[in-house]
């Protein structure tokens, strides 16, 4: 009963005040609710390579094992450290967010130049796969960015496309610009996203059904790093997709103006 704790204050006041109480602890439950359902995802990401890491070196350690066995397992024991170490990079990132520890040192940037440097080094994992990819910038486009921060976020967005993906399709890379906004669309003719998944891939460790039976690697943060770095730039990311058809990832964001 608030008014033996509050008795200057009249029934309105209490019961508006009882109400901002109510709200407050249900916000303070669904942040318990949040952090713990994180920890629980985080715990399950990091136990599924250790248990190949685990269970593979303790094959290999045996003594009558083949050598080619031995090295296949070492092989598969480095893949499997490698995304731990990757899963672990993204976490930390992740958390420098939160903490607001994150800084972003923003220079001025020639936008088209920057894209072919950045094809130039990502062309050879495509050509492996037999995807084509196109780069579409013709225009004198100059932005301030973070150069390491925005490679990570279109590798990031880059090594999907790759990875959902299928030989023989294409990939393309483009650039537009509008009223002083710019926008660089990546498109894929790979598997696409469900309605029902759309919403929700840029949570963190979020995966779809599909690509968590498939299993083709990833940890399901990879968008929601994108999302934030592109927000710490002052823009934000949209997606359309099409199952069985492609997807397109667009980030938009301001040009430069002096
Ligand atoms: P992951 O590590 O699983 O790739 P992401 O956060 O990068 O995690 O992506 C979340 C989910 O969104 C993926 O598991 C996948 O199902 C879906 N997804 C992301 N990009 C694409 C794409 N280009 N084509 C199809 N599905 C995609």
């Known amino acids: 009963d608030f008014s033996v704790h509050f008795p200057k204050m009249g029934n309105d006041e209490l ?5 901002s109480i109510t709200i407050l602890a249900n916000d303070l439950k669904h942040l318990k609710e949040e952090r713990s359902e994180f920890l629980a995802s985080i715990s399950h990401e990091l136990r599924t390579p250790l248990t190949y890491i685990k269970g593979y070196a303790d094959i290999a350690k045996r003594e009558n094992i083949a050598d080619k066995d031995r090295d296949h397992y070492l092989e598969i024991i480095f893949e499997e450290s490698e995304k731990l170490s990757d899963m672990i990079t993204d976490l930390f990132n992740l958390a420098k967010i939160d903490r607001n520890t994150f800084v972003i040192n923003r220079v001025n940037v020639q936008l088209c130049n920057y894209l072919h440097t950045l094809y130039e080094k990502v062309l050879p994992a495509f050509k492996e796969k037999k995807i084509e990819l196109e780069l579409n910038c013709r225009e004198n486009i100059n932005v301030r960015i973070d150069p390491m ?72 943060l990879g968008l929601s790093i994108v999302k934030e770095l592109i927000e710490a730039h002052g823009g934000n990311i949209e997606v359309a997709s099409e199952p069985g058809k492609g997807s397109t990832f667009t980030l938009i964001f301001k040009e430069m103006t002096e």
């Open 15 to 19: 019961s508006e005040l009882s109400q």
């Open 149 to 220: 921060r925005f490679e990570q976020l279109l590798l990031n967005l880059l090594n999907n496309a790759l990875k959902y993906s299928e030989p023989y399709t294409k990939t393309s890379l483009s650039v537009k610009e509008e009223k002083g906004k710019v926008r660089i669309m990546i498109t894929d003719e790979g598997s696409g996203i469900s309605t029902e998944d759309l919403p929700f891939i840029f949570e963190r460790f979020y995966r779809t059904e599909k690509s968590r039976s498939r299993d083709s690697g990833g940890s399901g």
